[in-house]
C-alpha cells in the first residue's frame, strides 16, 4: 500500500515558477512508475509527466520544454518544476503511482489527493 501527498500548489502569474512535490510512504518506492496528472474544470484528465526508473521520462507535447519530472528515493519523493506557466496550465495536479513500468495510460494504482495550480493571466 502506497499513501501520496502531494503540496507545493498556488496562485501564480503567467510566466512564473511552482514546484509541486509528492511524499509517498511505503517501501519500495524506488520500484514504482510514479505520474504527474492534472484535471482542469470541464474537462478530462490528463496525462503530464512520467519517469519510469531512477531517469526515465515522458512528458506531454504541450509541457516540454517547461516541466521537468524528478525524483529522490531517499525521500520517497517525486517532484514537477513546472517554469514558463501559462493559465491554460491552471489545474488540480494530482500524482500517482504503480508498479508496471513503461509510459503508456494504462492504470495507475495509488492517486494522491490534488493540489490545485491557478497561473492568472
Known amino acids: 500500500q502506497v499513501q501520496l501527498v502531494e503540496s507545493g500548489g498556488g496562485l501564480v502569474q503567467a510566466g512564473g515558477s511552482l514546484r509541486l512535490s509528492c511524499a509517498g510512504s511505503?517501501?519500495?518506492?524506488?520500484?514504482?512508475?510514479m505520474g504527474w496528472f492534472r484535471q482542469a474544470p470541464g474537462k478530462e484528465r490528463e496525462i503530464v509527466a512520467v519517469?519510469?526508473?531512477?531517469?526515465?521520462?515522458y512528458y506531454v507535447d504541450s509541457v516540454k520544454g517547461r516541466f521537468t519530472i524528478s525524483r529522490d528515493n531517499a525521500k520517497s519523493t517525486v517532484y514537477l518544476s513546472m517554469n514558463s506557466l501559462k493559465p491554460t496550465d491552471t489545474a488540480v495536479y494530482y500524482c500517482?503511482?504503480?508498479?508496471?513500468?513503461?509510459?503508456?495510460?494504462?492504470?495507475?494504482?495509488?492517486w494522491g489527493q490534488g493540489t490545485q495550480v491557478t497561473v492568472s493571466s
Open positions: 500517482a503511482a504503480r508498479l508496471r513500468p513503461g509510459f503508456d495510460s494504462g492504470t495507475y494504482d495509488y
Open positions: 511505503g517501501r519500495r518506492f524506488s520500484s514504482y512508475t
Open positions: 519517469i519510469s526508473g531512477p531517469v526515465s521520462t
